[in-house]
């Protein structure tokens, strides 16, 4: 995964500029709606920057070889006001076809302080992955990583 950390910004596009007082959108991320995400510079959970996403999604291309199969453990930092859905979206490797979303974990959310959220998935085939993050509300993103278990560490 890349920019988990939310440090790298670019401007969205011309037509969804970023919203005035803030340096961009999340390089690396898709923004469902660019005008429901804003990166901040104070009060990061760790680094500089944070996301704040309001009732809208952000998802990232996880680039797990086509031959594994095993745990995807996901962590991030989370902080707000809502819920925050955690979601696995799939896509067919020679095709690009739409596979079925998986949700991961949903986690209610009523803190003005960083917390700690983890999921797992379990790779099964050679579908493409893409590691969404669902706001219904007004949350808090820092933090994001997507590891494997070391060779001969159980899944949880």
């Not at 680094?47 to 952000?58: L, M, P, T």
Request: hydrophobic fraction near 40%; proline fraction near 8%; glycine fraction near 8%.
């Amino acid at each position: 995964l890349q920019n988990g950390d939310f440090e790298d910004v670019v401007e969205p596009s011309p037509a969804a500029p970023a919203a005035a007082g803030h340096p961009g959108v999340p390089d690396q991320w898709v923004c469902e709606a660019p005008e429901s995400v804003k990166v901040f510079e104070d009060g990061a959970a760790s680094g500089r920057r944070f996301v704040r996403v309001a009732d809208s999604r952000i998802f990232q291309k996880v680039n797990q070889p086509a031959e594994f199969r095993g745990v995807l453990r996901i962590g991030a930092k989370a902080r707000g006001h809502g819920a925050l859905t955690v979601a696995m979206y799939r896509y067919e490797r020679d095709t690009g076809k739409n596979l079925p979303t998986v949700v991961l974990k949903t986690f209610p959310l009523e803190a003005a302080e960083w917390s700690g959220v983890e999921a797992a998935y379990a790779c099964a085939d050679d579908a493409v992955l893409r590691l969404a993050f669902h706001a219904d509300g007004r949350l808090d993103l820092d933090d994001v990583t997507v590891t494997r278990p070391a060779a001969g560490c159980p899944a949880p």
